[in-house]
């Protein structure tokens, strides 16, 4: 149950400051996502001691996990403009360079910490047996799906990332999905739509089917039989997708050493290519 669902679930057992602050969060979680709670008090007119106890009224632990549920409605369902004002308040006096750093620095922390390995392990498997890989990732998941695509077809003999020329475009790239196969898709939010739904049908068509995204909750994990997470964040108009970069680092370099035979014979001939034809410059700059 997400905040705003919790909110209406117990709202007529709130008191009055709590109704006050209740409605401040709806109206402005864009804003209250990123305050402390003594801060989220004097912007809602109510004291610090109501904001914490309205956390443990909505059943949370404690603040902090409070301010976690209003981080996802931020990912999930503000505007980009939302996210720029939010981020223009936030760094008034603090400088973003260091602070987006350590962030990122945290959402790869919490990567490493709740990351299944045996999901992790069960994705290298698939892949590495499968007939041919479809990728799929659209907006701000688009260069991860074009990553991925650009080192598995390196390592491997079919690997199309599917290209987003419409809706009934992507569906028809990948109609001839078999149960031999494998679909990777990406999607951070704000979640791609296109996306859930082509795994959708990839999965009612019998392939194999892996999400690469931020959170249980995400709309991918319902229709993939594999759910790598790595944890994202908002960065005002820029999505935070360092954690998801590591991991597909991973995956791309855990499949090369279960077929190091081949990617060797692969990269002999690769390296041939690239010293006849001069592709790496081998002057000292």
Request: hydrophobic share 40%; glycine share 4%.
């Amino acid at each position: 149950m997400d905040l705003i669902e919790r909110i209406k679930q117990k709202e007529a057992s709130f008191s009055k400051g709590q109704k006050k602050l209740a409605k401040y969060i709806l109206e402005n979680y864009d804003k209250a996502a990123f305050l402390t709670a003594s801060k989220l008090g004097k912007e809602a007119g109510v004291s610090e001691s109501t904001v914490v106890r309205f956390a443990y009224v909505l059943d949370y632990d404690g603040y902090p996990q409070l301010q976690k549920a209003m981080n996802v409605i931020v990912k999930t369902q503000s505007s980009s403009i939302q996210r720029l004002n939010a981020a223009a308040k936030r760094y008034e006096t603090l400088s973003p360079l260091k602070d987006i750093l350590k962030t990122d620095m945290n959402r790869i922390k919490d990567t490493v910490n709740e990351i299944d390995e045996k999901e992790f392990e069960k994705a290298v498997e698939s892949i590495v047996n499968a007939r041919k890989v479809y990728i799929v990732g659209s907006r701000s998941s688009g260069f991860l799906a074009e990553f991925l695509g650009y080192y598995l077809k390196m390592i491997l003999d079919d690997v199309h990332v599917v290209e987003f020329t419409g809706e009934v475009g992507v569906f028809e790239q990948i109609h001839r999905i078999t149960p031999e196969d494998v679909f990777i898709g990406i999607s951070f939010p704000r979640y791609s739509r296109v996306t859930a739904q082509v795994a959708q049908f990839a999965s009612r068509e019998g392939a194999t089917t892996i999400a690469i995204t931020d959170s249980m909750q995400s709309p991918m994990t319902s229709r993939s039989k594999i759910n790598l997470i790595a944890k994202s964040d908002v960065m005002a108009v820029v999505d935070s997708l360092t954690a998801p970069l590591s991991v597909i680092n991973a995956l791309a370099v855990a499949i090369s050493i279960r077929k190091q035979d081949e990617v060797t014979k692969r990269f002999q001939i690769l390296e041939t290519m690239w010293r006849d034809y001069d592709i790496y410059d081998k002057k000292l700059l």
